[in-house]
């Protein structure tokens, strides 16, 4: 949700930051801007729309500088425009931000601003910020000292970098929205993100709430609240920077869907032994005070924790899933005794994060169950579960959900072993099952026919699917990607759930994916026929002995058979092809889907 990026170095920055931009853009993409210092002032470059268009027009070198600042925009206050395009500067040009956030008290802040003559041109909240920079630099404090005060002023969720003109530095601040420092051998970086950076260094500082980082070409120097000095561990990135790139593959999410088998690969890696998990940080006993489970999540991981919801309601575990936006302000009951669990593929949705902490200060142990190492979600739970799937730069979250899914697989084992003493049923077999994963979504992966299928039922009346159990999980997860990646209407339902009132919208337009994972077989065979009854194709996504369903179905997606506690994850890759291909026949930008973004840090 906006990319922020910076290059401090002592050399041409332009090359670097349309870089590290064009790798932040799964953030946003509404717009995109530059700054940098060329010798004779600040430079600033920005408009509507992708990177490709900003780097389009910077065609001479008076863009280029040693020192520079990059934005990609998802709009929150303001419209699209150039004109509210990042960077924004204060009245004379001489002090240029970056934000990433938003500024809750800036319409105040504004007021204040323009009474006391300041006049703006952009519609954004980010524009107060260089605006306060200034009048304290007009009142004489040093540029260090006028970046803390104004920051000081502003309420809300922020990420900033700033430069002023003629000082060799960026100043970059954080509060609830993420901000690393990249450690390089010749210059300086900064951004929202690693991948944005990862081609030129892996050496890694998270910023945490509060830090101001004052970055030079060949130093950084961090403060916390008080302005002490600060110590902020240096840690390496473990991700291939070639894990970012398309390699080969006309999307990210077409790719990132083929790497699911490397990415379960590394997810499970060293975590099962036999009949034994082990998961890094949770050794046996970790979990012994545990008696609830509370899943927290949005969107594709709000999926995900339905699954575990239902993985460990099966196995006798008292567990619910909350959606994080509305956890926070309508919260169940915690005690001391409740592990809330926040599934984030990113570690960074805002609202999630202030359900993790809504649950904290109401005495609840946290996990984050989350991809991204340095991530807020990770520093802030009590503890941190790793899925591994590597980076995911597709807006529309495809590997993770399966790492995800396998993760928590793995993390209900050691729940289930901890609360009850024993393992849970079968749980050989399912282990078994969890480490043929990558090779059963490879076979998935070779022999789809998702691209004919979509192109044959893609539904003039909405695109329904439908699931029990785990399945139904996925039929929720089938319905969001695609409806997110085609814009076309589709809607994820518990099979049995049909006849209670979306019958209604079935008719012979309106094809039915079924998922079957073999168990609870014959009422999903009734729910097939209720809608096949009313004219709608049936497409069965499900194992070839589920013969069933199969059977009766108008056509079939098979994934082979596996433990029926997995087989829905087959599926859901099945799914996403569907998704793929449909929004790929219909000429949709599927890595960056209308009005969307991956990483969602307003609330
Ligand atoms: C959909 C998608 C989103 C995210 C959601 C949560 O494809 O990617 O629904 O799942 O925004 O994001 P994380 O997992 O980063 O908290």
């Not at 709430?209 to 561990?233: E, K, L, M, N, Q």
């Not at 029990?468 to 990646?485: C, D, H, M, S, T």
Request: net charge negative.
């Amino acid at each position: 949700m906006c990319g922020i990026t910076a290059r401090i170095g002592d050399d041409e920055s332009l090359e670097d930051l349309l870089v590290s931009l064009k790798n932040l853009e799964y953030r946003g993409y509404d717009s995109a801007g530059i700054a940098v210092q060329n010798g004779t002032g600040i430079e600033i470059n920005k408009c509507e729309g992708e990177v490709s268009e900003l780097q389009a027009e910077l065609s001479t070198a008076d863009h280029d500088g040693p020192i520079g600042i990059g934005h990609t925009r998802w709009s929150t206050h303001g419209p699209p425009t150039d004109a509210n395009a990042h960077p924004h500067t204060g009245c004379r040009g001489r002090v240029v931000a970056v934000h990433n956030g938003i500024i809750e008290n800036y319409d105040v802040l504004r007021e204040g601003l323009q009474a006391r003559g300041h006049e703006f041109t952009s519609d954004t909240d980010t524009e107060v910020i260089p605006h306060l920079v200034e009048e304290r630099l007009d009142a004489g404090f040093d540029a260090e000292a006028a970046f803390r005060d104004a920051i000081g002023e502003l309420d809300g969720s922020y990420a900033i970098a700033m430069l002023i003109d003629g000082d060799p530095a960026v100043y970059a601040t954080r509060n609830g929205s993420p901000l690393v420092v990249g450690v390089g051998e010749d210059a300086n970086y900064l951004a929202s993100d690693v991948p944005a950076f990862l081609e030129f260094t892996d050496r890694v500082v998270y910023l945490e709430d509060d830090d101001v980082a004052v970055i030079t070409p060949d130093d950084y120097r961090i403060t916390d609240a008080t302005g002490s000095s600060v110590s902020r561990p240096v840690e390496t990135v473990e991700w291939d920077p070639e894990d970012a790139e398309k390699g080969g593959y006309d999307h990210y999410m077409l790719k990132e869907i083929h790497e699911q088998p490397v990415a379960l690969r590394q997810t499970i890696h060293g975590r099962i032994e036999g009949e034994d998990v082990i998961l890094e940080d949770f050794p046996p006993g970790t979990f012994a005070d545990v008696s609830r489970v509370q899943f927290i999540a949005c969107g594709t991981s709000y999926h995900a924790g339905m699954y575990g919801e239902w993985l460990l309601s099966k196995w006798g575990i008292d567990a619910n899933t909350f959606i994080a936006s509305e956890y926070a302000a309508f919260p169940a009951p915690v005690d001391e005794e409740t592990l809330v669990v926040g599934v984030t593929q990113s570690g960074e949705t805002a609202d999630t994060l202030e359900a993790l902490k809504n649950a904290r200060e109401r005495g609840a142990r946290t996990l984050a169950l989350t991809n991204a190492i340095g991530s807020t979600a990770a520093r802030t739970c009590d503890d941190a579960l790793f899925i591994r799937a590597g980076p995911e730069i597709g807006v529309a979250a495809t590997k993770t959900f399966s790492s995800q899914v396998a993760t928590l697989v793995l993390l209900g084992e050691r729940l289930v072993r901890d609360i009850t003493g024993d393992p849970t049923d079968e749980c050989r077999e399912r282990l078994k099952a969890l480490e043929s994963l990558p090779e059963h979504v490879e076979l998935v992966l070779d022999d789809s026919r998702a691209a004919t299928i979509s192109q044959r039922w893609l539904g003039d009346a909405g695109n329904f699917f439908i699931g029990r159990g785990n399945a139904y999980a996925v039929a929720r997860e089938g319905a969001l990607k695609f409806k997110e990646i085609t814009y076309e209407h589709a809607e994820g339902f518990a099979a049995g759930e049909l006849k209670h009132g979306p019958l209604a919208l079935v008719t012979d337009e309106t094809p039915v994916f079924a998922i079957g994972t073999g168990e609870h077989a014959k009422r999903l065979e009734s729910n097939v026929r209720e809608v096949q009854t009313r004219g709608a194709p049936v497409i069965a996504v499900a194992p070839r002995t589920a013969t069933d369903l199969t059977d009766t179905a108008d056509e079939s997606l098979p994934v082979p058979a596996t433990h029926p506690d997995l087989v829905a994850i087959l599926a859901n890759v099945q799914l996403q092809l569907i998704a793929y291909h449909a929004a790929d026949e219909l000429e949709r930008s599927i890595d960056k889907p209308r009005n969307l973004a991956k990483s969602v840090t307003v609330e």
